[in-house]
């Protein structure tokens, strides 16, 4: 083997343990069977809208965009493997994006079982909070 084939299978390798480390991750949390697998319900500290969105959707789909890259970057059939990875890595990259976009909502459905009550009593939470602050407004004028 000369260095070029060993240095694209280690980055295979890497990518791959990566996206499997991210799937195992993804999946303890969304399991939900320990306080510290519930954390990203919005219960832990840093922006709670960014945790939940990329527990349910950004976790994932970096997993897979670093599984399509370890089969890419294989010696020999990685050349093969580009064209029907692509549309992959594309579906892919779209939840990403979307994961940013704080202004698209979420699905119920995204959410696993345990975490929809969270998620309703968080956003009634809100709810109050504004109209406390709106009546308090009201109240200074």
Known sequence: MDDQVTIRLLFSAAAFVVGAALFAFAIWQRRGRSPAARRWMGRGRGNPDFEERM??????ATGVLCWC????????IGVYLILPLAPIAVLCFIPLIICRLDFIPIPDAVYPK????????????????????????????
């Open 55 to 60: 527990s349910l959707i950004g976790f994932p």
């Open 69 to 76: 890259f370890s089969a890419v970057v294989l010696p020999v």
């Open 114 to 141: 345990w975490a929809r009550p969270i998620r309703h009593a968080n956003e009634q939470a809100v709810k109050d909070a504004d109209a406390w602050l709106r009546a308090y407004r009201q109240h200074q004028r």
